[in-house]
């Protein structure tokens, strides 16, 4: 019998959903939603399914979004406490983040109906 070599996971846009996904052999694994304002793309929540846990999809995830948000010449927010984590070992993607300030934080509820 042949091992089967794994397929890559790949990151989409969902551009109405506001979020991206990442899918594991055409199966939704997991996103991080985002809500953009003027030139910043605010990361408010990041998931993976329990059942894709642990296999470092999160990480995939993030680094496609932000390579995406450079690539649209945007700026990062991390709101999303994991996006916030993944910017501290990510010192490539600096020059295009924002700190939080208690300003967004009240714009995005009001963003979110919270
Ligand atoms: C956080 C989450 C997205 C990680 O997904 P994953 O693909 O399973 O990630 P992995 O298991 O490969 O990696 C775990 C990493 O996430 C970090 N992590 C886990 N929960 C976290 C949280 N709430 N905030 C920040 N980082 C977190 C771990 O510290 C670990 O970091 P490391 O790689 O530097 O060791 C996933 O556990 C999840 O959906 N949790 C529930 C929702 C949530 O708490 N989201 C984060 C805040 S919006």
């Known amino acids: 019998m042949s091992e089967q070599t ?8 969902v551009d109405d959903r506001h979020r991206y ?19 910043q ?17 999160a990480r995939v995830l993030v680094q496609e979004a932000l390579t995406d948000v450079r690539a649209a010449g945007l700026r990062i927010v991390p709101v999303c406490p994991y ?10 993607f600096g020059d ?3 700190r939080v300030t208690p300003e967004t934080l009240q714009w995005l509820d009001g963003e979110l109906g919270r």
Do not use: S
Not at 21 to 39: Q, S
Not at 83 to 92: I, N
């Open 83 to 92: 996006v916030a984590k993944f910017l501290t070992g990510h010192e490539e």
């Open 41 to 57: 793309r605010v990361f408010f929540h990041t998931e993976i399914d329990d059942a894709y846990a642990g296999r470092g999809l």
């Open 21 to 39: 996904e990442i899918l594991v052999d055409g199966a939704r694994a997991g996103l991080t939603a985002y809500r953009d304002r003027g030139e």
């Open 96 to 98: 295009l983040t924002d």
């Open 6 to 13: 794994p397929t890559p996971p790949t990151v989409r846009r």
